[in-house]
């Protein structure tokens, strides 16, 4: 399949160089009839896919095009023919789909095994590749089955962001749905595909007036990728010394999810009944989103988890006290003028915060009936809920702090770094990244393949890594039905060393968040 294409050269933003250098999955189950009419349409529509979006055919290398920075990359046409193709095809053709379904795949579980071995086969590319070799910018494996086809997309994190990466399958959608070239010649002129160099040039241009630009912020946020294992291949033999990682999809009810988040708020009201002295309760939001309180649970969980049974020396729970939080923050609406939704590249920010709630026992005593308040509306403990709503509400502030003049100030003080390879986002102890909004599940790949069954994320190889999963993951394998957003279990794919998955799998909040609407 050689549908390699002509564009022109286009210089990676400051947002993309602080991205770690590796390939990201996104695999699509699709139940199908007749598997060869479905590898045809795909066959076609991955075709006319590179005649939208030509840059996809091409790969990253160093640029000179910047002769006042060190190590900027670019992305390139690729060689004629492709060294590897836009298109793999594997055929599986003595298994069904569902004889690849991971096991304990069921909406009452409160979690399931991810299947992270066969799930690696599917890609057309691994995680890393060495230095010396040339990093594509997209490639598409489709794997056929019996009554399946998994189609799966890797796409080069430094060239797009998860959210800028679901356009692509976006527009393939739409691509496979259309039934004349006029059609899709439309599509094509519609959108603001040709416009992505002109975007990301907007993007490096954005810069700050403010000449105290090295802020204290974005110096703990960026680092030299030597201090993090975000660029690090998985442990591979009995020998490596890092501990092995274990993968689990975790699925929580809407309902609970709902319950919680109204538990917070209600707390957070309570709290701004009566002034406090504590900077926890300075300047409050006027609402936690349940994004915010699942993030909340996430960190404080997993810290459970990590340091379950250890004391400090002042004898409080080891875990209220020094894990470092990261959330991925979506930013391209902070821009002033926004950028569009259908900007490819990465245009992401990070907020930090510690899992810090030693303090809420001086709290608590100024509020009296808060307690039998929470039990008797929510019935959750207080000393459950207190350090969630907190978590939660410092997220909000941080979110709140987002705007033009931050994402301008952030890519000053990236832009004033002579070596962009210098400065990665530093690693924390925990980090959730949120494709909920993406729309995968509603997504119609046309008459052949038509809507998605299941989608996976990425293999991961960081021990703390956090995936809330597209809205639309019901927590089994094959549901068969349709919901909104607002429906959708939250289903977050957790990557943990073994022992501490272990822990977290007998979690009390995970399991009550787990039970849909039973109490």
């Known amino acids: 399949m050689d549908t390699n294409r002509s564009f022109e050269p286009f210089v990676l933003t400051p947002l993309d160089h602080i991205i770690p250098d590796c390939f990201v999955s996104y695999q699509l189950s699709f139940q199908v009839r007749d598997p060869n009419k479905a590898l045809q349409a795909i066959s076609q529509g991955i075709t006319h896919l590179a005649s939208c979006i030509p840059f996809i055919t091409g790969e990253v290398v160093a640029s000179t095009q910047d002769p006042g920075h060190k190590n900027v990359f670019e992305v390139q046409p690729s060689a004629t023919p492709l060294v590897i193709p836009l298109l793999q095809v594997k055929f599986r053709t ?71 990466a679901h356009v692509i399958l976006e527009l393939l959608a739409e691509l496979l749905r259309v039934q004349s070239s006029a059609e899709r010649n439309e599509l094509s002129a519609d959108r603001t595909f040709n416009q992505e160099a002109t975007l990301r040039k907007f993007v490096t241009g954005a810069s700050s007036d403010t000449e105290n630009i090295c802020l204290d912020h974005f110096a703990r946020a960026f680092s030299m990728p030597a201090l993090g294992n975000f660029g690090e291949p998985l442990p591979n033999s009995a020998s490596d010394p890092r501990p092995v990682i274990s993968e689990d999809l975790f699925v929580f009810s809407p309902e609970k999810v709902d319950a919680l988040k109204e538990a917070c708020n209600y707390v957070l009201t309570k709290l701004r009944e009566e ?134 100030t952030l890519n000053s003080f990236l832009k004033s770094h002579e070596d962009w390879s210098s400065m990665k986002i530093t690693p924390p102890d925990i980090l959730v990244t949120s494709w909920r909004h993406l729309t995968t599940y509603q997504l119609d790949f046309g008459p052949h393949l038509g809507h998605i ?13 956090c995936v809330i999963l597209p809205a639309g993951h019901s927590g089994s394998a094959f549901a068969g039905e349709k919901m909104t957003s607002c429906q959708a279990p939250w289903a977050v794919q957790i990557s943990l060393s073994q022992p501490t998955m272990e822990i977290l799998k007998k979690d009390d909040l995970f399991y009550w968040a787990s039970k849909g609407g039973e109490s």
Request: proline share 7%.
């Open 94 to 164: 003595s298994h069904t789909l569902r004889d690849e379904t991971p096991t304990g795949t069921n909406s009452s579980k409160i979690h399931e095994t991810v299947s992270t071995t066969s799930r690696v086969n599917y890609d057309p590319l691994p995680i890393f590749l060495p230095g010396t070799q040339a990093k594509p910018v997209v490639r598409f494996q489709a794997n056929v089955f019996n009554d399946a086809i998994i189609l799966s997309m890797v796409y080069n994190h430094l060239v797009f962001d998860g959210t800028g």
């Open 275 to 408: 002034p406090l002295d504590t900077p926890t309760c300075v300047a409050l939001p006027s609402f936690v989103s349940s994004n915010n309180v699942v993030t909340a649970m996430l960190w404080i969980s997993i810290s459970k988890a990590r340091h379950y049974g250890e004391i400090t020396s002042d004898q409080q729970p080891r875990w209220r006290r020094g894990e470092n939080c990261s959330m991925a923050v979506n930013i391209r609406a902070s821009f002033s003028p926004s950028l569009p939704k259908t900007y490819m590249g990465n245009a992401v920010t990070n907020i930090r915060l510690t899992v810090d709630s030693a303090g809420f026992s001086q709290i608590l005593p100024r509020f009296p009936n808060l307690r039998m308040q929470v039990k008797r509306l929510f019935g959750l403990e207080i000393e459950i809920l207190f350090p969630i709503a907190d978590l939660a509400y410092r997220i909000r502030s941080e979110l709140n702090k987002i705007n033009d003049s931050y994402v301008r």
């Open 453 to 465: 069954d299941r989608f996976d994320g990425p293999k991961s190889s960081f021990d703390g890594g």
